[in-house]
């Protein structure tokens, strides 16, 4: 089988149109890394998780502690919702992309019927200038016939418009923890993978799979085969849902703030594995500022590393 690193993401994929390129060249060369990588600073933790996330570092509450630093780090984009947006990012138009998350939900009820309903547009992401939007899908919520068919509306809407979307494609839900084996399983994150390719996500947002015990699933379970995995190392095993994401690229998500030895390894086993980009926000905005930006200078460094 030709190897997932072979066929990696690239402008010179005939089913993406003209303005889509247009759009990621902008993430890919303009800003960033420069070498086809992507670096996104993702500010959408405050309608998911609610001001907790911001008390580490009390500064980031203001959304212009992360847009300086997406600024002056240099990163391909900011990704954030569409109320800060609208407020803030006008003066920071040209200086770094937009990528517009246009779902989401409180962290309040349980995600046992995990859905996130639209809070903007198509047009909202065009009239503030983003050169991609984000759309969270929660794979294998008992809301995911609902959350399928938006996304599929959202998606034509895109290509009409020429605009990439990114598909944060996130197992949730009462199933994938009592079947599933957790969100994070390598068996979860694969299919999430492999669903955002199925269903036409010029990107998608993946975690960090987690490796199976060798007795995880029952032999009636569904997902028994992935038993086998267990010795897998973690770049292998990222390289499988890599494999699995087909010509749909893939930025991994740096999660809950780790230590930096930690953060640096993840990195490293994520460039290895052939993904396309990382998009890092608690990692980086839950420290001060000047920490922050020697942070993204090294991984931004690492970046540039690989072709």
């Given at each position: 089988?030709?190897?997932?690193?072979?066929?990696?993401?690239?402008?010179?994929?005939?089913?993406?149109?003209?303005?889509?390129?247009?759009h990621?060249?902008?993430?890919?060369?303009?800003?960033?890394?420069?070498?086809?990588?992507?670096?996104?600073?993702?500010?959408?933790?405050g309608?998911?998780?609610g001001?907790?996330?911001?008390?580490?570092?009390?500064?980031?509450?203001?959304?212009?502690?992360?847009?300086?630093?997406?600024?002056?780090?240099?990163?391909?984009?900011?990704?954030?919702?569409?109320?800060?947006?609208?407020?803030?990012?006008?003066?920071?138009?040209?200086?770094?992309?937009?990528?517009?998350?246009?779902?989401?939900?409180?962290?309040?009820?349980?995600?046992?019927?995990?859905?996130?309903?639209?809070?903007?547009?198509?047009?909202?992401?065009?009239r503030?200038?983003?050169?991609?939007?984000?759309?969270?899908?929660?794979?294998?919520?008992?809301?995911?016939?609902?959350?399928?068919?938006?996304?599929?509306?959202?998606?034509?809407?895109?290509?009409?418009?020429?605009?990439?979307?990114?598909?944060?494609?996130?197992p949730?839900?009462?199933?994938?923890?009592?079947?599933?084996?957790?969100r994070?399983?390598?068996?979860?994150?694969?299919?999430a993978?492999?669903?955002?390719?199925?269903?036409?996500?010029?990107?998608?947002?993946?975690?960090?799979?987690?490796?199976?015990?060798?007795?995880?699933?029952?032999?009636?379970?569904?997902?028994?085969?992935?038993?086998?995995?267990?010795?897998?190392?973690?770049?292998?095993?990222?390289?499988?849902?890599?494999?699995?994401?087909?010509?749909?690229?893939?930025?991994?998500?740096?999660?809950?703030?780790?230590?930096?030895?930690?953060?640096?390894?993840?990195?490293?086993?994520?460039?290895?594995?052939?993904?396309?980009?990382?998009?890092?926000?608690?990692?980086?905005?839950?420290?001060?500022?000047?920490?922050?930006?020697?942070?993204?200078?090294?991984?931004?460094?690492l970046m540039?590393?690989?072709k």
């Open positions: 089988m030709q190897s997932r690193r072979q066929q990696k993401f690239h402008l010179d994929l005939d089913f993406l149109t003209p303005g889509e390129k247009r990621l060249y902008e993430l890919m060369y303009a800003h960033g890394p420069g070498n086809g990588k992507i670096l996104l600073l993702p500010v959408d933790q309608l998911e998780h001001p907790r996330d911001f008390f580490p570092n009390p500064p980031s509450a203001d959304f212009e502690f992360e847009l300086e630093l997406a600024v002056e780090g240099n990163y391909s984009g900011i990704v954030c919702h569409i109320g800060l947006a609208e407020k803030y990012y006008k003066k920071y138009a040209g200086r770094v992309p937009l990528v517009l998350k246009i779902n989401g939900k409180t962290g309040i009820p349980p995600d046992d019927e995990a859905f996130s309903p639209l809070d903007a547009s198509l047009e909202d992401a065009l503030l200038g983003a050169d991609a939007i984000g759309y969270t899908l929660y794979v294998g919520s008992p809301r995911e016939s609902e959350d399928i068919e938006q996304f599929a509306f959202i998606r034509q809407e895109a290509r009409r418009l020429g605009l990439p979307v990114i598909l944060w494609s996130y949730r839900g009462l199933y994938v923890e009592e079947r599933g084996g957790g994070d399983s390598l068996a979860m994150v694969d299919y993978a492999r669903v955002a390719n199925e269903l036409g996500a010029t990107l998608t947002k993946i975690n960090f799979p987690h490796i199976p015990r060798p007795d995880q699933y029952a032999p009636d379970n569904p997902f028994h085969p992935y038993n086998k995995f267990s010795d897998l190392s973690e770049k292998e095993a990222l390289e499988m849902v890599v494999n699995s994401a087909g010509r749909t690229g893939v930025l991994i998500s740096g999660g809950s703030k780790i230590s930096d030895e930690d953060l640096l390894r993840k990195v490293r086993i994520s460039l290895e594995a052939g993904v396309d980009g990382l998009i890092f926000g608690r990692n980086m905005w839950q420290r001060p500022y000047d920490e922050a930006l020697r942070m993204t200078k090294e991984i931004m460094a540039r590393s690989f």
